[in-house]
């Protein structure tokens, strides 16, 4: 927490019995008062010094005063800059780091390199806030239970993922030896989960799919290619151009941008290039989907907002990836055989796996082709308007399919 510190704010607070507490002095850069559980209040200087953030102990309030704490972080921040900073300066030097300092070195030297997912995991381990401040060495078993109980009352999937991240990160200390153990090692996950089982009906595809075209570019044609292709968000949303060989009617999606690291080709239907050809190409970009030209689009929580708004009252909850599901539900009553459906979802668990995989790319390819234009007919007799003169439902293309 950021504000002016004064020596009668100073004397007027009261310790937090659960975290510790730490104010930024907005007069002094660097400057920290940090208040323990047990109410002792000490001041510190934070500040990267040699590439690494180091917190210095300056002294304790009041044995030490707020303008002697100020004037003495200014002498240490002129010696830092000066290249004269040494040990012998009579600061104290803690060199362990603590966990917010250990979090942007661990996504950056580990996440950003392994999970593609890495902002996810990033905003998970950000949840664990009353720790961040404690020394990596010193996270107790007990302090990730209490943060996770915390997490838990709002989010308990959250709190889930959440804790597994923070087991990861643990190990990572471990092995480069800044810890000699990990404390939450075998934790279990706070609650259980149930898989999800939600799928949509004609209906509910049918008013999202209007609702979609009402949104228009980017996010509209985005969800609408999400619906024709049951590919992942991500997948989806990251599009690039170069991905796409629409003469040959391909989408590839390089093994870089996989979830599960495996190259993955997804055939291109007639409404799939109905929906490509409505979109603005933005000169020198290669992203499909994208406001700036630079990034692909984001915010799909905000979406997810406005199309719950927009579809009837009463619609039950439902999530952007329940649209692979319905997907592959449907699949499976049109008769498409599973290892087909499997295929086209990019699971590992599909039909080829190993080495075998790495020469099967285009396995399955004219099956594939054949179901997406099966589920795309599908969604297209949903889709049709009331005007129609005899409209046929996704139900009677299903029994076609079945026969």
């Known amino acids: 927490m950021k504000r002016k510190l004064t020596t009668k704010f100073i004397e007027g607070q009261k310790p937090n019995p659960s975290k510790r507490l730490d104010f930024r002095d907005e007069l002094m850069s660097g400057l920290v008062l940090r208040i323990s559980t047990s109410g002792t209040k000490t001041f510190c200087l934070h500040k990267r010094i040699n590439g690494k953030m180091r917190r210095l102990t300056i002294g304790h309030f009041p044995v030490v005063s707020l303008a002697e704490a100020r004037e003495r972080v200014r002498q240490v921040l002129y010696e830092i800059e000066t290249g004269r900073f040494e040990d012998r300066t009579g600061v104290e030097v803690e060199t362990r780091p603590t966990l917010g300092d250990v979090i942007p070195d661990y996504i950056e030297k580990h996440a950003k390199v392994h999970n593609r997912d890495w902002k996810r995991k990033e905003a998970l381990l950000a949840k664990f806030t009353t720790l961040h401040g404690q020394r990596i060495d010193e996270i ?17 999937v959250s709190a889930n993922r959440a804790l597994a991240h923070l087991k990861h990160l643990m190990g990572w200390c471990v092995e480069r030896g800044m810890i000699e153990a990990n404390p939450i090692s075998g934790m279990k996950p706070l609650s259980k989960e149930k898989p999800r089982e939600r799928v949509l009906t004609d209906n509910e595809l049918g008013a999202l799919w209007a609702v979609c075209g009402d949104e228009g570019y980017p996010f509209g044609d985005c969800m609408k290619l999400l619906m024709l292709s049951g590919q992942r968000r991500a997948e989806v949303a990251e599009m690039r151009w170069s991905e796409l060989d629409l003469e040959k009617r391909l989408w590839t999606l390089p093994s870089q941008r996989a979830k599960n690291g495996r190259q993955h080709t997804v055939p291109i239907t007639d409404a799939m290039m109905d929906v490509l050809r409505r979109v603005p190409r933005f000169l020198g970009s290669d992203y499909v989907f994208t406001t700036t030209g630079k990034s692909p689009v984001s915010g799909f929580g905000r979406l ?73 007919e599908c969604i297209e007799e949903i889709t049709k308007t009331k005007n129609d003169p005899q409209p046929v439902g996704c139900g009677d293309a299903r029994s076609l399919g079945r026969v």
């Open 140 to 156: 107790k078993r007990a302090d990730v239970v209490k943060a996770c109980d915390v997490i838990h009352k709002s989010a308990p």
């Open 304 to 376: 997810k907002d406005r199309l719950d708004r927009s579809l009837p009252e009463g619609t039950e909850p439902w999530i952007i990836h329940d649209l692979r599901r319905t997907m592959s539900t449907n699949m499976a009553m049109l008769g498409v055989p599973q290892p087909v459906t499997e295929a086209l979802l990019n699971h590992k668990t599909g039909v080829v796996s190993g080495v075998a995989a790495i020469y099967n790319v285009y396995s399955y390819a004219d099956e594939k082709r054949e179901a997406l234009c099966k589920w795309n």
